[in-house]
């Protein structure tokens, strides 16, 4: 009956009748919705929050909070998955070198009116980040979120999902380096952040142009270069939370 009950409310998270940050019913209605015992109810509950679909939050006002999935929460137990295998993000780099590009090829593949919008946005990623020259951390967020604008807007679904995940994990490590490197004089210097950004721009154009091959092949050759920015070579992941 656990997993029955689990099972219904599963696919009401997943719907979207039950959002994010939505309270699950309180105990008493959701026996009497379901007909269930109060210990089968509670498995059931146990059951949700083991898959990471809700949280019990505990006090005065405790209860169920739904939590629906989404690329980061998924990128949390792949980057787990991937540190329980010792992972290295030498290992990880090529993932990202591999699939990365094809995003860009998607989103210059997209029809006029899309690409457009596409265009649109990553120009404003672009100047945005150009603002942060000079500083350390902040460049390299809006840099990452530069490639995360690629990822989020290639036009699929199942590969926005899948690169972002893997973009996810990658920026979380990378974000951490930039912490580190910041105070030991590692982090790369303002010739080379300018770099990145003429990168950016050039990876846009191409998109703009509905130049498949050329915004693909581009990625591929900014994410050879910049990587090595980040001294992973032999570095294993490391998860440190949500």
């Avoid at 030498?90 to 997209?110: M, Y």
Wanted: glycine share 10%; hydrophobic share 40%; with cysteine.
């Amino acid at each position: 009956m656990a997993e029955l009950v689990a099972d219904r409310l599963r696919r009401r998270i997943i719907s979207g009748d039950l959002d994010d940050g939505d309270e699950l019913p309180r105990e008493a209605q959701l026996i009497a919705e379901f007909g269930v015992s109060r210990p089968s109810l509670r498995e059931a509950i146990r059951i949700l929050e083991t898959e990471g679909l809700i949280r019990i939050r505990r006090g005065k006002i405790g209860g169920a909070v739904v939590m629906r999935p989404t690329a980061h929460s998924a990128a949390y137990h792949f980057g787990l998955t991937l540190q329980s295998r010792a992972t290295t993000l030498d290992d990880v780099a090529v993932g990202r070198a591999v699939l990365e590009p094809a995003c860009a090829g998607l989103a210059a593949g997209l029809p006029d009116r899309l690409r457009k919008k596409v265009v649109a946005r990553l120009n404003e990623l672009i100047d945005a980040n150009e603002k942060q020259l000079g500083s350390d951390y902040e460049f390299t967020t809006g840099a990452l979120a530069f490639h995360a604008g690629i990822i989020e807007h290639c036009g699929n679904k199942t590969i926005t999902l899948l690169v972002g995940t893997l973009e996810s994990v990658w920026s979380s490590q990378e974000r951490l380096w930039a912490a580190k490197a910041a105070g030991d004089g590692a982090y790369p210097d303002a010739a080379q952040q300018r770099e990145v950004i003429r990168a950016h721009r050039r990876v846009t154009k191409l998109v703009e142009a509905g130049d498949v091959d050329g915004a693909t092949r581009t990625m591929r050759a900014h994410l050879a270069k910049s990587q090595p920015y980040v001294n992973y070579d032999g570095v294993p992941i490391e998860v440190l939370g949500t």
